[in-house]
């Protein structure tokens, strides 16, 4: 069906950058949306931001001013720009495809970010 691979994360200081990509592969035909959520310790998975393949854009509050997000439909890759990180910033950032030929999200294993001092 749909494969979906993050990349990008790591280890960062306070105020730094990283920038995280994402691969949707197999069964692409009909992949809407593409977004980003996070998992921090101890906490619920939440929404980061999402574009749909128009390239409509919906942040987070949170995210809004420091997280952008690309998309290349050609590559049916999806990217987030992260800048001026935070500690509280710190989770696994899992991508996310949306097909509508299935009907469902597929999922990504994750990619952690660790923003440290």
């Known amino acids: 069906q749909v494969q979906v691979v993050e990349s990008g994360g790591g280890l960062v200081q306070p105020g730094g950058s990283l920038r995280l990509s994402c691969a949707a592969s197999g069964s692409i035909f009909g992949i809407d949306y593409m977004g980003w959520n996070r998992q921090a310790p101890g906490k619920e998975r939440e929404l980061v931001a999402v574009?749909?393949?128009?390239?409509?854009?919906k942040y987070a509050d949170s995210a809004k001013g420091r997280i952008t997000i690309s998309r290349d439909n050609a590559k049916n890759t999806v990217y987030q720009q992260m800048n001026s990180l935070k500690p509280e910033d710190t989770a696994v950032y899992y991508c996310?495809?949306?097909?509508?030929?299935?009907?469902?999200?597929?999922w990504g294993q994750g990619t952690q970010v660790t923003v440290y001092s």
């Open positions: 996310n495809a949306f097909s509508s030929v299935y009907g469902r999200d597929y």
């Open positions: 574009i749909s393949s128009g390239g409509s854009i």
